[in-house]
């Protein structure tokens, strides 16, 4: 039994909280917010846990050994390491931090101490993504051309981070996570419409070894909802659709076959062949998270989305945040 | 009653001259390809007309008023120049021609012979497309916030020109034509998976005055087709998709109310209202187009997308060529 | 504070129990299930909550004012009437019962006893719904040409009443909540693959006054999930697709204008305006549903969905069972 | 080369003389429409085809082989019954005829005099259709469970036939041709909102041997168009959208797996595996079928849509009208 205590009980932290919940190896003691409306929320929706203001009788209780931080960005980095030098095991949401600074020095800390730094990408978990990387892994896509991300819908406007930070963070982590590859370069472009506001629709060019290309449109100001990516490579190619209530994913064999190298003329031949929605786990991407982030407790190993993966998407975002400043140009990474 | 030569019975060549046809002011006297199996191929099609494989006839015959190029990029410049040397108006498919250069010298050889350029901008005469422009001078749309293109599917590649050329093409003449705004500068990324081809798949950024910012995403290499912008305005967002089959253009009524100017916190307000698929002409937009080229030349006006604005699209290209090549680096236009 | 006990916390209980929770004037007082797999379940969620397995004790108890039945439809009715009995008021899971005779007994009891029989027909307080109720009684639609439903998905096949009584019921509520005529006859049809099991495929025909027909084909054995109805009427058509993530529905200014009434030829003129989605209220269809039943105990009015409505869609059942039957011979209502 | 002459150039003549047209062994010789406006329509279109009033012409020129006949559904009779009474082979649109007598009449014309007479069901000749009817056969989709078809659209209302005659036929057209199995008997119910115009919205149910059944539901008064069916098998279902661009067919592998036969409680196991969209060809259909007549006119051998295919749909259209007279009470096939 893990016993945990949760701090933020805003946007997800209702989520984080039922999904422990139902977990039995898992006992949520506390939950802090400063907000009282929240707290009075968590209080009748969570009749049994002890609901504080101050995280601080979360640090101070040696029952709690896993603290879960779900708060605004700039508040990652203190509380994250205020339950590290508590000896506290982390969860923290996306992004990890701030800066790549913060980010740093959280993972080194955790390294010191033996905990584990554990950022919530989602998407990782997701039963459709986790298909994708045994596809990948089993060398069904072939080689990689392109990842094409599209993130659309009005608001939530974030108030201390941009919609890179927010959004495309989502696909960065999923990048760093399926393949082993490392981008070289950034180029972003974006715009900020209402003053005093962060930068709310933007995109993102990620350039690779060997002609594979990254690209992700992220905005906070669409009247659509689209949550959709694909990967695609010579053998086949998938779409993600987050949006489709069933079949998120599709494996297309088609493609280009044969293109002549070199050569003139139309002379590439179009493969159009069949469609292919494979079976994949249906259960809730943060159950599984959840359960993953258990068992890398129980066994001391590192989460397949930790701290080193959350460091990787904040030093693509903090490039990325020079690029769009200077219209597009370049970043090296 | 008009008469024209069409040079070019490949791709699109067939609709030009079905729609050509069916027009009780137009008659097609002759049909020009170099290929063998299209001259085969137009003569089983239209019984009537003389189907030659040197467009020089064309040219040479004085009852010729207007001759429709629809060959490859490279030889637009040659073959539309020759046609205004003989006095014949001029329909050329998109993008009017290779070069900023070449297109320049077909503009200023129309004016001086005050003979009619026409750009074969299709995506400007259909139904939905002249609703939004409706829309927007009756300023529903409210201040413009961005212009964000998807234009995706598998192949047709093209042997001269990229996908910039060849896709986005068709949203920068849509953007000149609806909007008054010019842009200021371009950041283009893109990758050439296959040696010796053009870039298959590649982003384009434009920067505009206040704020307002247009991105396309283009790509003969996916395995889904997409058709689809958004115009996104502080009062109304239109959707245009032209892979439905009715209601391509909805209009959103969504968006951010009374942003507090430079306050901080989440005080932004949503707008999330009803939504209106607007009523518009279904009427084939080729044929449209046909009806509006007819009537230029009979009142001897420019056409909506004539040379004028071809120009325009080709020296966004240009730049956007060189700032691909730079990984993003922008381009003052 | 309304004190209330669940009984059944299998499909549907772990919902009505959260939103019952969530309320700030009503308290859970007790669940019940004979099941402990259940019971460990709902132990876990509800840490504050007497979790039994006899109702006994929920009837027992005074302090409780309402008793939720959610649990198979054969024990729908000695459950409800044991808690009328006992002076509760009672909340019921579709179908009110599995008879007419049943149905009829459980209205009577209620009434003697000043008691609220509400029957559980959540489609009846979405969002889209009563925002469909508003515009038909503000004669939006016009004169009502048809009602049309598709109901389809794989499983859960349900052990005691056949796909009719399980996804038919919710048009028909909705049919009698939303129109003030009432149907004459009924004409169904369907099939059972599995023998022992009850019908898993259905068609239901309804006849009403004044060329008014309403149609349901419901399945339990479709490799798709579709839920939605059409609503016809003369001066426009809604669609309500409950699987769409917004836009649930829709109005057409579609239509036939103007028919020659009695005239020969092809003279129909035939309307294709625009359409909207009108903006309604995203909440939770079962929260607002637990607010009004709330509501109705404490003013003593009956709720929009009482016995009443729920004795209607029994008697059309037991019809279209009969109907059925004689493979679509039409029953008089 | 096969020289034929087409009566009736109204909604569907043009699709038939354009394919016919474009096949290198046909010349289409005639035209013929009593209406002078669609004669000057063909004309421009097609300049060097006889353009004519009277069909009379082409049932004497000994020249013409075969006689397609594209005329309201009355006149098929008449007109078949005249080609076929002069020798020439006969192609004609679906219905075949307005009644079961008329329809045997053209059969037996047809073989007595060994000639071909076709009906144009375009949808068995869909690549989508032509792969279903290939994995049909390899068994792919084990017993049949049920065939669930809706066509929905507004308009065009039909002069002479109803909603089914018009738009079921074409199921009815896919199911003799799919299926080996026979319908034993038919209930169906519909309506007529506009007095004098035949009835506009209505369904079918077939009912077949062990437990096969097939559903219809048909509109011209839909504010939404809707062409998709469902063939649900127990080892595969196949679906079936025309209005998809591509991926029209997909098969899932989802069903019911070991129900115990008779055993009580939810013991059924549900499969969701994986969806495939296979890949077919995606020929124009009707080029397919214009393929497909002139080699039977060549070979002397049945088309798959004959005479016979067409007289079974009559049959079920005829006895669906009586059961429809009567609200759905069953007639015998």
Redesign the interface.
């Known amino acids: 039994m893990t016993v945990l205590g949760v701090i933020g009980y805003g946007h997800w932290g209702p989520n984080l909280v ?1 999904n422990f ?2 977990h ?1 190896e898992a006992r949520v003691a506390y939950i802090s917010d400063r907000d009282p409306a929240m707290r009075d ?1 968590a209080a ?6 002890a609901v504080v203001a101050d995280p601080g009788a979360i640090f101070q209780d040696p029952a709690v050994e896993a603290v879960v931080v779900s708060t605004p960005v700039r508040t990652h980095f203190p509380l994250a390491l205020e339950a590290l030098a508590h000896g506290k095991h982390v969860w923290v949401e996306k992004p990890l931090a701030a800066t790549v600074a913060e980010a740093e020095r959280l993972v080194s800390e955790a390294d010191k101490r033996g905990l584990i730094l554990h950022v919530d990408h989602t998407l990782a978990y997701s039963g459709a993504v986790r298909k994708l990387k045994e596809l990948y892994e089993a060398k069904v896509l072939g080689d990689l ?2 990842y ?1 991300s ?1 993130r659309l819908n ?4 974030q ?1 201390d981070v941009d919609v890179l930070w927010d959004l495309a963070v989502h696909d960065l982590a999923v990048l760093f996570h399926l393949l082993p590859v490392r981008p070289l ?1 950034v ?1 972003a ?9 962060p930068v709310n ?1 933007a ?1 993102l ?1 990620l ?1 690779y070894p060997r ?1 594979f ?1 990254a ?1 992700i ?1 992220a ?1 906070w ?5 689209v949550r959709r990516f ?1 990967l ?1 490579g010579s053998a086949k ?1 998938a ?1 993600y659709d987050d ?1 489709e ?3 998120k994913l ?1 494996l ?5 076959d044969c ?1 002549v ?6 002379s ?1 031949g ?1 493969r ?8 994949y786990s ?1 259960q809730e991407p943060l159950a599984l998270e959840v359960e993953h982030f258990l068992h890398s407790l129980a066994q001391k190993i590192p989460t397949i989305t930790d701290g080193r993966i959350g460091l990787s998407t904040i030093r693509v975002l903090e490039s990325a945040t020079r ?1 769009l400043a ?5 970043q090296e990474l």
């Open positions: 039922r919940m139902a039995p929320k009748l929706a969570c009749p049994g846990v051309y392109y094409d599209t009005l608001g939530l406007f108030e370069a180029s472009q974006g715009v900020a419409h209402f003053a005093g506001r629709t995109f060019t350039f002609n290309i690209h449109n905005s100001l669409s009247p659509v909802k694909i695609a190619m779409v949006m209530p069933a079949e599709r297309y064999d088609k493609g280009i293109p190298e070199g050569g003139p003329g139309l590439l179009y159009t062949g069949e469609i292919l929605s494979p079976e249906s690029s200077l219209s597009g140009a370049p």
